[in-house]
Antibody, heavy 117, light 113 residues
Framework: EVQLVESGGASVQPGGSLRLSCAAS????????MHWVRQAPGKGLMWVSR????????TYADSVRGRFTISRDNTMNTLYLQMNSLSAEDTAIYYC??????????WGQGTLVTVSS | DVVMTQSPLSLPVTLGQPASISCRSS???????????LNWFQERPGQSPRRLIY???NRDSGVPDRFSGSGSGTDFTLKISRVEAEDVGVYYC??????????FGQGTKLEIK
């Protein structure tokens, strides 16, 4: 079964850090780009970051550049998102998404990050 | 950044009736390679989003043929020929031509009247 399973979401204080993980199975993880997409409570979808299969091309949304770092371990079939200097505006469900021609999937179930004092 | 504007934002529809969602981009989505990277996503209540349509009009595997996409340049439309109960949710358009960033529309909430 093609699957992405995120983990690492938690409640953290402003200024804190978290690392999200996304474990892939059922497909050739190393061959394709991956994304992180987030959804704030009651809001729409927002693209966060993209990494290509070889991790040689990485891009970020302006709102997270310099604070978030996307990476991947193709030997472990895992995608990561290191999030530093978190603020309330980063509170959201974070989804990892397979690119497959434009976020065609799979999509994970999401992991909730809450930034609050 | 390319701004994606959807309308309407709320769409009450009677079961069995058609539905249409408009998506406009702030600049043409035709890529230099000739392709247009405009996708549609569905987010059902309590579920992760999934892509329905890619490159304007191509249905993803498993998507019912009552869903269709059309348009060109800056104006795009998602149509549902006959709305079923399982179609309730929020629909988003997204452009992947001028990235980064990839940008989504605000979302259109489809509900049954």
């Amino acid at each position: 079964e093609v699957q992405l399973v995120e983990s690492g979401g938690a409640s953290v204080q402003p200024g804190g850090s978290l690392r999200l993980s996304c474990a892939a199975s059922g497909f050739t993880f190393s061959s394709g780009a991956m994304h992180w997409v987030r959804q704030a409570p009651g809001k729409g979808l927002m693209w966060v970051s993209r990494i290509n299969g070889e991790a040689t091309s990485i891009t970020y949304a302006d709102s997270v550049r310099g604070r978030f770092t996307i990476s991947r371990d193709n030997t472990m079939n895992t995608l990561y998102l290191q999030m530093n200097s978190l603020s309330a505006e980063d509170t959201a469900i974070y989804y990892c998404v397979g690119d497959r021609g434009g976020m065609g999937g799979p999509w994970g179930q999401g992991t909730l990050v809450t930034v609050s004092s | 950044d390319v701004v994606m504007t959807q309308s309407p934002l709320s769409l009450p529809v009677t079961l069995g009736q058609p539905a249409s969602i408009s998506c406009r981009s702030s600049q043409s989505l035709v890529h230099s390679n000739g392709n247009t990277y405009l996708n549609w996503f569905q987010e059902r209540p309590g579920q992760s989003p999934r892509r329905l349509i890619y490159q304007v009009s191509n249905r993803d595997s498993g998507v019912p043929d009552r869903f269709s996409g059309s348009g060109s340049g800056t104006d795009f439309t998602l149509k549902i020929s006959r709305v079923e109960a399982e179609d309730v949710g929020v629909y988003y358009c997204m452009q992947g031509t001028h990235w980064p960033p990839y940008t989504f529309g605000q979302g259109t909430k489809l509900e049954i009247k």
